[in-house]
């Protein structure tokens, strides 16, 4: 059977033009497209093509090799580098420009707060090709890890602990010091210790500066690596992380809007997001649907009080007060005695209403004292402020439309995670706070759109679409 060899010293008549190597309907022509569409001074980049000194490379062609670099899954500011001198689609896309990756990574970091408004132009975009409807959206987050380690973590506690070790280090150098006879002095011993004890002395000097620096924030613990990173345990060991939400459009899936927040839960995220979508799209969404880790009553009723139809689960801990029944017309609680706890004020603090049954002898006398209550007083049951919310919330969950709105979130707000942390390899940011991360975090929701709008209506339509 004969083999087919390759010969590379064969002379070939090679294109004479860049332009020539890349097929008309090749997708690197549509990121192209998709980034000559956008607004660099809404963007925040300014270009001043009069400015002295060195001239620098050419904003927009860095923005096009990032936003494709991203696109499948190259970050690092080296391997882009590598890519625009052996990539012939990099080396289409940039013209020939072949920045080192100091440019590249310079480039990002300096145009963070730029960064992270591209998302906004790009379903913007989607809006004009009609790929967005704004009617149902589902919110959604996950947890990505910090560029810190978690070793970083300092609270006061380990601070003062790290203070007395290094005191006592301190003091056992000193004691060394004066064993050491001063014709010694110039020995390599002394010189040894005398290094030390400078280390020891800029390491105490560092900590006490997170001690003061903690005691005046308030705050429980910081990381010196990425002070704005938050603490979060995800059925493993605790790392450095960051929230990534997103707001995701029923119609094809697309992102509408993405934020990053160093909050370890999501309860508090629903209102903020939306909102963003909301000012996007120009208009209130009608259905917004998310899990059950967003149920900050306050956030769920400003929705509803803007006419969203919020479907939300509602999870209740199990609990014997869920057998006492609510009569909304007397305000009273019923308990499965048939006995009526009446409403006796409020609790400020706990933001909830108090009931307690009339005759306390009735509790005592009960077959059910001592494990519904074993206060002598009778039993108290509190219904949170917030209870109506809840109860609306969960009645509108159990309607069939409603879980089917439900199932259907799963399909669409779980696939972009999927595809930026598993496909394009996304489980961490290369940078550092909060301006950084949503700069990473607004790129990866951009070329998770455009690969979903080139799967949806092909390189080649999507080309003439933009390029009209």
Not at 221 to 228: G, I, L, M, Q, R
Not at 255 to 281: C, K, M, T, W, Y
Request: hydrophobic content about 35%; aromatic content about 6%; glycine content about 6%.
């Amino acid at each position: 059977m004969a083999y087919i060899y390759g010969e590379r010293t064969q002379a070939q008549l090679l294109p004479s033009s860049i332009e020539d190597y890349i097929p008309a309907d090749d997708p690197v022509r549509a990121y192209d497209a998709f980034v000559e569409q956008i607004d660099l001074d809404r963007l925040g980049i300014r270009l001043d093509p009069d400015q002295v000194g060195h001239p620098e490379f050419d904003p927009r062609a860095m923005l096009k090799l990032l936003v494709y670099g991203y696109s499948y899954g190259i970050r690092s500011s080296r391997k882009l580098e590598r890519a625009t001198h052996h990539n012939l689609s990099f080396i289409w896309l940039t013209g020939g420009l072949k920045p080192d990756h100091k440019t590249i990574a310079r480039f990002r970091r300096d145009h963070r707060d730029a960064l992270k408004n591209l998302l906004k132009q790009c379903a913007h975009l989607c809006i004009r090709l009609g790929l967005i409807e704004g009617n149902t959206l589902f919110v959604d987050g996950t947890t990505i890890r910090a560029n810190a380690s978690i070793k970083n973590v300092w609270n006061p506690e380990r601070c003062q602990k790290t203070l007395d070790e290094i005191d006592q280090r301190i003091e056992s150098l000193l004691k060394e010091c004066d064993h050491i006879d001063q014709t010694e002095h110039a020995q390599p011993s002394w010189v040894r210790m005398d290094q030390e004890l400078q280390n020891q002395a800029r390491l105490k000097s560092k900590i006490q500066g997170i001690l003061q620096e903690l005691e005046q924030t308030h705050q429980p613990a910081t990381n010196t690596t990425d002070p704005e990173s938050g603490r979060f345990r995800k059925g493993g060991p605790v790392e450095a992380a960051y929230n990534c939400q997103i707001v995701v459009d029923d119609k094809h899936g697309l992102i509408v809007q993405n934020d990053v927040s160093s909050d370890n839960n999501d309860a508090r995220q629903l209102g903020p997001q939306l909102e963003g979508a909301h000012e996007i799209l120009g208009k209130p969404c009608q259905t917004a649907c998310a899990d059950a880790g967003y149920t900050s009553p306050e956030h769920l009723k400003k929705m509803l009080d803007q006419g969203v139809d919020v479907i939300v689960p509602i999870v209740r801990h199990s609990d014997f007060r869920d057998h006492f029944a609510y009569d909304a017309q007397t305000d009273s609680y019923q308990c499965p005695e048939g006995h009526r706890l009446t409403y006796i004020g409020d609790h400020k603090q706990a933001q909830s209403r108090m009931y307690r049954i009339s005759d306390p002898s009735l509790c005592i006398r009960c077959p059910r004292f001592g494990t519904c209550t074993t206060s002598t007083q009778g039993r108290r049951v509190e219904r949170p402020y917030s209870e109506p919310i809840r109860e609306r919330l969960e009645a509108r969950y159990r309607q069939k439309d409603a879980q089917a709105i439900a199932r259907r979130r799963k399909t669409r707000v779980e696939h972009p995670f999927g595809h930026l942390k598993h496909n394009l390899g996304i489980r961490s940011f290369l940078l550092r706070g909060l301006s950084g991360v949503r700069a990473e975090a607004a790129l990866a929701a951009t070329c998770f759109n455009m690969t979903r709008i080139i799967k949806l209506m092909g390189a080649k339509s999507l080309l003439a679409k933009l390029c009209a």
